[in-house]
């Protein structure tokens, strides 16, 4: 099919609904444009060319609101949500740019919580299409140029950005931001940005920018240092998150929400939140440091924030991350998919009371899985799948993988006949169904 020809036929408005003209143009992105998710390292550009041409050529958007970089191996979503949150729910227009998406394609740019319009996406490829067919830009590059011209014309306040790989070299890097953010580091996307933690450090350390603050979230004693040497350098005034002191307050039973508080010039301030699960307490101290520094900025209602907090999940559509989605039997899933997301989620399904765990679990094939393999409970039955995306690792290769590190299970074509496999196996009182693995296995099951 000539996707081409496709898209070129919405001049004439030739669709007969803006659902088939909106199926069209991600049919032409997703197959005219390289794109990481589905072709791997392939599709990465090292350089930011495309993109401060796109900039350019759209009028520099980017630069007629504020923005806030944040950057890491693990958490970087959930902080850009909670802080998008926070700030919305003080009254600014917040433009929010994540990746990648679950179900819709627009998941990846919001204003205060809603979907950039089915329209906005088909009549900005539309008419920029020459511009798109001689720049040929990423589907990664493409979508940050949109994001940018999106939050321009919708006249937000300021707009939180998420690096999508790195940081140095990732095409969100052309903002000059009043605030970056640096949540962890750990081993994942070693080909493309380093095989130790100090180099995988040093392209995070990319967004780092002259005199702009730095939130540094976890201190390592192999990374802190290059965090440190660079915002010297840069004379970027830097703050570590993990030296914040956010205290736990009362334990809500009902498994849903925690309660927090923390001091602040010689204030106490306390909220209650639904972000919950085995790394979120890590994320609440860097995203609420974040604020902080903020705050120090540009000054905001704090008590109202916090009073707001536990709205935060709903105003910005966060979803995804440790999250139970069905109660009988419980299915709980996380998008965690390195050796630092996917430990994090052994340590958290420790707290659970269950009599049998069953583990519904797929990769992308150009991941490296001996650490993560190693770590998987092996008292568990396993679902072994394969996402539907190109770079889904088989699910019976995946299988006997993990039988070598003892891991037992069956293998399916697909992730929903594994879950189903492991509703009708489960029970349904007692057993629990972790679901997980991959972003695009999670982004089958919601």
């Not at 910005?316 to 109660?327: A, E, L, N």
């Amino acid at each position: 099919m000539d996707f081409g020809k496709m898209i070129g036929s919405m001049e004439e408005k030739n669709f007969n609904s803006l659902e088939e003209a909106y199926q069209a143009t991600l049919a032409y992105l997703f197959s005219r444009l390289p794109m990481y998710q589905r072709q791997g390292a392939s599709a990465y550009k090292k350089d930011l060319t495309n993109t401060l041409a796109l900039c350019a050529y759209l009028g520099q958007p980017q630069e007629k609101y504020k923005t806030i970089h944040i950057a890491g191996t693990n958490g970087k979503g959930t902080v850009s949500h909670l802080l998008a949150g926070m700030l919305q729910s003080c009254g600014f227009r917040v433009g929010l740019y994540t990746s990648p998406h679950y179900k819709d394609f627009r998941e990846r740019i919001k204003v205060d919580g809603q979907l950039a319009p089915k329209e906005f996406v088909v009549d900005f490829v539309q008419q920029h299409r020459d511009f798109i067919e001689s720049c040929q830009p990423s589907f990664f590059e493409l979508t940050v140029g949109m994001a940018f011209d999106y939050f321009a014309k919708e006249d937000v306040d300021i707009a939180v950005i998420e690096v999508g790989l790195g940081g140095r070299l990732d095409s969100t890097n052309v903002i000059t931001p009043m605030l970056s953010v640096i949540t962890n580091i750990s081993f994942d996307h070693m080909d493309m940005l380093g095989d130790t933690l100090e180099k995988i450090a040093g392209e995070k350390a990319g967004i780092i920018k002259p005199s702009i603050p730095v939130v540094i979230g976890e201190y390592h004693p192999e990374t802190f240092p290059v965090f440190e040497s660079v915002a010297l350098e840069r004379q970027a005034p830097m703050t570590l998150a993990e030296n914040f002191e956010l205290k736990s307050g009362e334990v809500f039973s009902d498994g849903i929400t925690d309660a927090y508080s923390f001091d602040y010039e010689g204030r106490e301030y306390s909220f209650e939140t639904d972000f919950i699960g085995p790394f979120q307490e890590k994320n609440l101290r860097t995203a609420i440091q974040s604020l902080l520094t903020f705050h120090e900025l540009n000054p905001i209602p704090l008590k109202r924030v916090m009073e707001n907090f536990l709205q935060i999940r709903n105003l910005v559509k966060y979803q995804g991350r440790w999250q139970m989605i069905r109660s009988s039997p419980r299915v709980l899933v996380d998008s965690g998919h390195n050796e630092g997301g996917i430990r994090i989620v052994v340590e958290g399904l420790k707290r659970y009371d269950f009599q049998r765990l069953h583990m519904v679990v797929g990769f992308v094939q150009d991941k490296d899985l001996t650490n993560i393999l190693k770590i998987l409970p092996t008292n568990a039955t396993y679902y072994f799948v394969k996402a539907d995306i190109p770079r889904g690792l088989d699910a019976g290769k995946l299988q006997d993988l993990g039988t070598s590190y003892g891991l037992h299970g069956e293998a399916f074509g697909t992730v929903s006949e594994g879950l189903r496999a492991a509703i009708e196996t489960a029970d349904s009182e007692n057993d629990l169904i972790f679901v997980g693995g991959s972003i695009f296995v999670v982004a089958e099951v919601l």
